[in-house]
């Protein structure tokens, strides 16, 4: 008891000083007024006073003597005004509150909590009988108020209103907590008699509020609440206790509209909101009274909400905190109740009074939208649970209490348009993933179209092209179209539905040309690579195992026929939309991306098929082939987009990854120098020296690119060394390196080096005379210091004779181009 003292003294202290503050404020402002009032009224009769002037006899013709006005004689209605004399009003300051403020409100709290106290010394000691302590607890009351109406008109504390007003307030308070003791505890009067005085004790406190000001009503408001706590809330039942406070609150609403204070509204909001908190963790395990103070909470958020700007209040956020905190409220209480037919009523008629208010008033829209959102998690929750019979049929109700109003008024604004759009799939949606056993699936999937055609309608309603609904409508649209359809096709054919949804967003974009809808072909995309995640695992795992230098990656290829069920539909659907550049906005660079890579997977796939390379005696027949034949069909298709400047993403991709292939596979992890494998027998026309003269060609004939330029070259020097390693081993690379073979590499690399530099001077590329004295350079090094170490005799003689000889000749011409004169200019005539 001495906590509960204590608390309630530091709220009644904490709420008068802000209460205080404000009046203090307002006292001395009136006060100036006033003060205003009285000069300009003293000035105005100064002004009305007649003015009396005497002529005296001229002693010249002329001479004219007008003598100073005398003070004019007593009139009554010429009397100046007395002003009367202005008490100046103390700054307000730390002395001030702790002198001349605080003292007189604490004293009133004191006086509050005597009368509480009396009463219950009375109770425990057993000295007076019920009758006879509510008696003394009215008189008391009674008393306060009489000593208020006498401080207010006699004696020295008629010049402080503050000693009239906290004795009122004191006063409010002790009749309230009696009527609760004399209705509730002792039963004492019955309740049309306890109703009709608390109707004469809310008069007397508007009255008193009205004559007073707000310090009264904020003692009054403070009493009134904690007049339960102190005779002890459920001493009586909590339903007794609900309607004193319902009761209290409407008073002090009331009383609020009558003098336009939103903030006493505020506050019994506040401090309904806090009992009914209260209450909840009190009575956690008695459904009955919990579903009462469901009721009660019901009440005051729509109480509150229509109270609230009667008042004059003009913060939209706070005129509809009430709405959204009794939703919320009653949302948490819902488990209490069991999700029953009581805890849906009340959410559903007060979500019913937030779309009233949002219909009159546009300021109450967001809790409307909120009272649409907050429903879809109630209902998630209770489907949920083992006994959800109410809850179908409170998920329809709440689907066409939103969906018709919100289609109705769709045009009016945003919200409402959000509200059709949550009203119509919010409820559906969660019901279907909630608890997909209520129906069957066509049942399902005929609602669900139902719903896509409502949310349709609205995006087709809405004419700005930037508006969020027009996206959301078009999305939820598109959702609710891929989940209908899904429930009319096998499983197996899941990629169906969202690879038409995808077709048909993409077409609608086009056809609005709203930059938001371009992006949303993309979802679709995603559903459909998050539904086939097995076989897109299956794909990852060949791809990691053939990287590694698995010879037989065809047995981890996922079957044929899923993988293409899964992912050729949607991905192709994709990269057609992908032909208008507007598609996909700023995810085109990444999702497309991830398209042609799933697309080009695809086809690896279906590639694979054909020769079937499940052995290893078959790999080393027919690998490098294959190999071959894939990386060339990768390099010939971006070259032939790159060259046309189409698609250049497209060819940007598969060039790279025939470069990519050619440099891992068949120059590293599989090169047929080292892991056997069959190239063919003919010389220069076989599987090796084709395959690195195409890559060469492709990259020749691009544009001239120093990267590409210096591939071109090393694929030229590539397809030199494999036609003499063919050319000494046959069929098969492997083997050691011989003497022939080693002299063949150099008169090869000399070769290319010769064309190179003739290329080089007859066309007047720079580049490809470098290239050819570097490679020159080298083809020297290599004879001189390996070539020479492997001959003797007159073969070696021989090559060194050969090498100078080609080296002078080479020199010489070379000098020759470089001492050609320029073209001189045509001299003037």
């Given at each position: 008891?001495?906590?509960?003292?204590l608390?309630?003294?530091?709220?009644?202290?904490?709420?008068?000083?802000?209460?205080?503050?404000?009046?203090?404020?307002?006292?001395?402002?009136?006060?100036?007024?006033?003060?205003?009032?009285?000069?300009?009224?003293?000035?105005?009769?100064?002004?009305?006073?007649?003015?009396?002037?005497?002529?005296?006899?001229?002693?010249a013709?002329?001479?004219?003597?007008?003598?100073?006005?005398?003070?004019?004689?007593a009139?009554?209605?010429?009397?100046?005004?007395?002003?009367?004399?202005?008490?100046?009003?103390?700054?307000?300051?730390?002395?001030?509150?702790?002198?001349?403020?605080?003292p007189?409100?604490?004293?009133?709290?004191?006086?509050?909590?005597?009368?509480?106290?009396l009463?219950?010394?009375?109770?425990?000691?057993?000295?007076?009988?019920?009758?006879?302590?509510?008696?003394?607890?009215?008189?008391?009351?009674?008393?306060?108020?009489?000593?208020?109406e006498?401080?207010?008109?006699?004696?020295p504390?008629?010049?402080?209103?503050?000693?009239?007003?906290?004795?009122?307030?004191?006063?409010?308070?002790?009749?309230?907590?009696?009527?609760?003791?004399?209705?509730?505890?002792?039963?004492?009067?019955?309740?049309?008699?306890?109703?009709?005085?608390?109707?004469?004790?809310?008069?007397?406190?508007?009255?008193?509020?009205?004559?007073?000001?707000?310090?009264?009503?904020?003692?009054?408001?403070?009493?009134?609440?904690?007049?339960?706590?102190?005779?002890?809330?459920?001493?009586?039942?909590?339903?007794?206790?609900?309607?004193?406070?319902?009761l209290?609150?409407?008073?002090?609403?009331?009383?609020?509209?009558?003098?336009?204070?939103?903030?006493?509204?505020?506050?019994?909001?506040?401090?309904?909101?806090?009992?009914?908190?209260?209450?909840?963790?009190?009575?956690?395990?008695?459904?009955?009274?919990?579903?009462?103070?469901?009721?009660?909470?019901?009440?005051?958020?729509?109480g509150a909400?229509?109270?609230?700007?009667?008042?004059?209040?003009?913060?939209?956020?706070?005129?509809?905190?009430?709405?959204?905190?009794?939703?919320?409220?009653?949302?948490?209480?819902?488990?209490?109740?069991?999700?029953?037919?009581?805890?849906?009523?009340?959410?559903?008629?007060?979500?019913?009074?937030?779309?009233?208010?949002?219909?009159?008033?546009?300021?109450?829209?967001?809790?409307?939208?909120?009272?649409?959102?907050?429903?879809?998690?109630?209902?998630?929750?209770?489907?949920?649970?083992?006994?959800?019979?109410?809850?179908?049929?409170?998920?329809?109700?709440?689907?066409?209490?939103?969906?018709?109003?919100?289609?109705?008024?769709?045009?009016?604004?945003?919200?409402?348009?959000?509200?059709?759009?949550?009203?119509?799939?919010?409820?559906?949606?969660?019901?279907?993933?909630?608890?997909?056993?209520?129906?069957?699936?066509?049942?399902?999937?005929?609602?669900?179209?139902?719903?896509?055609?409502?949310?349709?309608?609205?995006?087709?309603?809405?004419?700005?092209?930037?508006?969020?609904?027009?996206?959301?409508?078009?999305?939820?649209?598109?959702?609710?179209?891929?989940?209908?359809?899904?429930?009319?096709?096998?499983?197996?054919?899941?990629?169906?539905?969202f690879?038409?949804?995808?077709?048909?967003?993409?077409?609608?974009?086009?056809?609005?040309?709203?930059?938001?809808?371009?992006?949303?072909?993309?979802?679709?995309?995603?559903?459909?690579?998050l539904?086939?995640?097995?076989?897109?695992?299956?794909?990852?795992?060949?791809?990691?195992?053939?990287?590694?230098?698995?010879?037989?990656?065809?047995?981890?290829?996922?079957?044929?026929?899923?993988?293409?069920?899964?992912l050729?539909?949607?991905?192709?659907?994709?990269?057609?939309?992908?032909?208008?550049?507007?598609?996909?906005?700023?995810?085109?660079?990444?999702?497309?991306?991830?398209?042609?890579?799933?697309?080009?997977?695809?086809?690896?796939?279906?590639a694979?098929?054909?020769?079937?390379?499940?052995?290893l005696?078959?790999?080393?027949?027919?690998?490098?082939?294959?190999?071959?034949?894939?990386?060339?069909?990768?390099?010939?298709?971006g070259?032939?987009?790159?060259?046309?400047?189409?698609?250049?993403?497209?060819?940007?991709?598969?060039?790279?990854?025939?470069?990519?292939?050619?440099?891992?596979?068949?120059?590293?992890?599989?090169?047929?120098?080292?892991?056997?494998?069959?190239?063919?027998?003919?010389?220069?026309?076989?599987?090796?020296?084709?395959?690195?003269?195409?890559?060469?060609?492709?990259?020749?004939?691009?544009?001239?690119?120093?990267?590409?330029?210096?591939?071109?070259?090393?694929?030229?020097?590539?397809?030199?060394?494999?036609?003499?390693?063919?050319a000494?081993?046959?069929?098969?690379?492997?083997?050691?390196?011989?003497?022939?073979?080693?002299?063949?590499?150099?008169?090869?690399?000399?070769?290319?080096?010769?064309?190179?530099?003739?290329?080089?001077?007859?066309?007047?590329?720079?580049?490809?005379?470098?290239?050819?004295?570097?490679?020159?350079?080298?083809?020297?090094?290599?004879?001189?210091?390996?070539?020479?170490?492997?001959?003797?005799?007159?073969?070696?003689?021989?090559?060194?004779?050969?090498?100078?000889?080609?080296?002078?000749?080479?020199?010489?011409?070379?000098?020759?181009?470089?001492?050609?004169?320029?073209?001189?200019?045509?001299?003037?005539?």
């Amino acid at each position: 008891m001495t906590v509960l003292t204590l608390l309630i003294a530091l709220g009644i202290a904490a709420a008068f000083y802000v209460v205080l503050r404000r009046i203090t404020v307002l006292e001395q402002e009136l006060r100036r007024v006033e003060s205003l009032v009285a000069r300009l009224e003293l000035r105005e009769a100064r002004e009305a006073r007649p003015k009396t002037a005497t002529y005296s006899a001229p002693s010249a013709p002329e001479r004219v003597a007008i003598p100073e006005e005398p003070a004019p004689p007593a009139q009554p209605e010429a009397r100046p005004v007395k002003v009367p004399e202005m008490r100046a009003e103390p700054r307000f300051s730390l002395e001030s509150l702790i002198g001349g403020r605080l003292p007189i409100w604490i004293g009133g709290a004191a006086l509050v909590l005597a009368g509480f106290f009396l009463v219950r010394y009375s109770i425990e000691s057993g000295l007076l009988g019920p009758a006879a302590r509510t008696v003394l607890a009215a008189l008391f009351g009674g008393a306060l108020i009489g000593a208020s109406e006498a401080a207010r008109s006699f004696g020295p504390t008629r010049e402080d209103p503050r000693v009239a007003q906290v004795l009122a307030g004191a006063g409010i308070a002790s009749l309230y907590g009696t009527l609760y003791m004399a209705a509730a505890l002792y039963h004492l009067i019955g309740p049309l008699t306890a109703f009709g005085a608390v109707l004469v004790v809310t008069a007397a406190a508007l009255g008193l509020s009205l004559r007073h000001g707000p310090p009264t009503a904020v003692m009054a408001l403070i009493g009134g609440f904690a007049a339960p706590l102190v005779a002890g809330f459920d001493a009586a039942g909590i339903g007794p206790l609900l309607v004193y406070l319902a009761l209290f609150i409407a008073a002090l609403f009331g009383l609020a509209i009558q003098r336009g204070w939103g903030w006493l509204a505020l506050a019994a909001s506040i401090a309904g909101f806090a009992w009914i908190n209260f209450l909840i963790a009190a009575l956690g395990g008695r459904p009955g009274d919990l579903s009462a103070v469901g009721a009660f909470t019901m009440l005051l958020a729509a109480g509150a909400s229509a109270a609230l700007p009667a008042t004059g209040m003009d913060n939209r956020w706070l005129r509809i905190a009430p709405l959204v905190a009794g939703l919320v409220q009653l949302l948490a209480l819902a488990p209490a109740l069991e999700f029953g037919p009581l805890a849906w009523s009340f959410y559903l008629v007060l979500a019913a009074a937030a779309l009233f208010l949002a219909w009159r008033d546009a300021v109450y829209a967001p809790a409307a939208l909120a009272a649409a959102g907050f429903v879809l998690v109630l209902e998630a929750l209770a489907l949920i649970q083992p006994e959800r019979s109410a809850t179908p049929v409170a998920a329809i109700v709440a689907a066409m209490l939103f969906a018709v109003p919100g289609h109705l008024l769709a045009q009016r604004s945003r919200h409402w348009g959000l509200i059709a759009l949550l009203g119509t799939g919010g409820p559906l949606l969660v019901a279907h993933a909630a608890a997909p056993s209520l129906l069957p699936a066509l049942g399902w999937g005929a609602l669900e179209l139902l719903a896509a055609a409502g949310a349709a309608r609205i995006a087709w309603q809405t004419r700005d092209d930037d508006a969020p609904l027009l996206t959301a409508a078009t999305a939820l649209a598109g959702l609710l179209a891929a989940v209908g359809l899904a429930q009319f096709v096998p499983g197996a054919w899941i990629a169906l539905p969202f690879a038409a949804v995808l077709l048909g967003l993409a077409g609608w974009a086009r056809y609005r040309g709203a930059k938001p809808l371009f992006e949303l072909p993309l979802y679709p995309y995603l559903a459909a690579l998050l539904a086939a995640a097995l076989p897109i695992a299956a794909l990852a795992d060949l791809v990691f195992a053939a990287v590694a230098g698995d010879r037989l990656p065809y047995l981890r290829l996922p079957p044929l026929d899923t993988l293409f069920r899964a992912l050729a539909l949607p991905t192709a659907a994709l990269l057609g939309a992908m032909l208008d550049p507007r598609m996909l906005g700023r995810a085109r660079r990444l999702v497309g991306g991830v398209a042609i890579a799933v697309g080009i997977l695809l086809l690896y796939a279906l590639a694979k098929q054909l020769l079937a390379i499940a052995t290893l005696p078959r790999f080393a027949a027919l690998g490098f082939f294959e190999r071959a034949l894939l990386t060339q069909l990768c390099l010939g298709t971006g070259w032939a987009l790159l060259r046309k400047g189409k698609l250049v993403s497209l060819a940007g991709v598969l060039f790279t990854l025939g470069l990519c292939r050619f440099a891992w596979f068949d120059l590293l992890v599989m090169s047929p120098v080292v892991e056997p494998q069959s190239v063919g027998a003919l010389p220069i026309v076989n599987a090796a020296v084709l395959h690195a003269a195409l890559l060469a060609y492709w990259l020749w004939t691009l544009p001239p690119r120093p990267p590409l330029r210096i591939g071109a070259a090393g694929a030229t020097l590539v397809a030199a060394l494999v036609a003499v390693r063919q050319a000494a081993h046959g069929d098969l690379l492997t083997g050691p390196i011989g003497r022939g073979e080693n002299g063949g590499y150099s008169a090869a690399l000399l070769g290319v080096a010769l064309f190179w530099l003739w290329r080089g001077i007859g066309a007047a590329k720079h580049d490809l005379r470098i290239a050819g004295l570097a490679l020159l350079t080298l083809v020297t090094f290599k004879v001189f210091l390996i070539d020479a170490a492997a001959l003797d005799g007159v073969l070696r003689i021989l090559s060194f004779l050969a090498l100078g000889l080609a080296l002078i000749g080479i020199g010489w011409a070379y000098n020759r181009f470089l001492a050609r004169p320029a073209t001189p200019a045509a001299e003037p005539g």
